[in-house]
């Protein structure tokens, strides 16, 4: 019997970073034209720092610049077609602790009628949008809140879902036993119960290590015991910068066995760096490839990012997310009486969604994790060929709810 994942530990796997804000809002020349009163969409996400993700930013200006350009936001009933406006804040330093919470009252100051994309650890920033009956579409859930409150409509299960995929995806690989590699924190002591969850048996999970989040020690113990112990495959989460250190000095220390990674760990850029040793690497993403070009959605991104982005955009799992919440969004917005936070939320909730970049979910549909928030529980097993990342021969998405059960 698969156990379910304890609850209360969830909510804490990734909420280890606090964010500082900065950062202003920005329009689109693609609107220009449109003579209907801008519609704000708030975009909150870490800045310059560990986690720095800046081609989320403008994956979602991308969008925004791609919807205006198609004609904006018609609203129901008649009247002028409407432009996006993307408002973007950039929480990027430990300095001030209350930063994100500042993002988040400027974009509400400003009428925002969603935030998309969210990515900061903080509950407040979720209980301000609440308060002001405003929807967070497509945020990176990182706290309790992102999993459990009525204002969160992620379009991904999160580091949880992913996390206990990686141990699903190595056994699939033919790994029996798993060793779990992750940061030394607080959170990334309750990452081996997630990987452990749905493994075949519970003595399959062999050994954690936690590697210090000082960039600049040394590990090369850490990763000759962790070789030593030879366990069939290494479960690694981390951040990127510590995801490819960690890969090469598993190989340098005579490592053999499969590794396999969060997508939102890896990038070509990160890759690149990893070199050799990253091939055959197995990474468990939230959405299809961006290598998977037969998928219309995915070329979609790619042409769009291309066209309308500001500057080359790396198609990671954050570009995907922050790209596919805001064409979420504006479908939804398209043929609304009344455009406003409060009219979006009740077009969302208890309804279908389809992305075309993972399977189809419909919000509010129990899950294993228990966790009302989480829309989906369903991941795809990509592996790194020539230093990109590739569906797998015969890969498909797969319902870690199923597993579950069994």
Known sequence: MRRVLNIAALAALAAATVTACSGSGSETEYGKNLTGEPIGLSLIASG??????PELVKAARAAV?????????????????RPLKLVECEASTVTDPNAATKCAREAIAEKVVAGIGKYVSSDAVVQAFQGARIPLVGTMVMTGQDFTNPASFPIVGGSPVLAAGTGVALQ????????????????????????KALLAAPGDLKGAYYLPFDASADLTSHFGQIAAARPDGVALLASTDVTSKTIVGLRQAGYQGKIAVVATAVSEASLAKTGGAGEGTVVVSDYDAVTSTGNPKIKQFLDETAKYGDGRIEGTEFALNAWASVHLVADRLNGLSEINGAALTKSLEGSKVSLGIAPDFTYGTPNFLKLPRIPRTTVQFQTVRGGKIMLQPGGRFVDLGQLAKQ
């Open 172 to 195: 699939q690989a033919g790994a029996k036993t798993v060793a779990v590699v992750t940061g030394d924190s607080p959170s990334g002591r309750l990452v081996p119960q997630y990987v």
């Open 65 to 81: 610049n791609a919807v205006n350009d198609a004609g904006g936001v018609k609203p129901g009933g008649g009247g002028s077609a």
């Open 48 to 53: 310059p720092g560990p986690i720095y993700q």
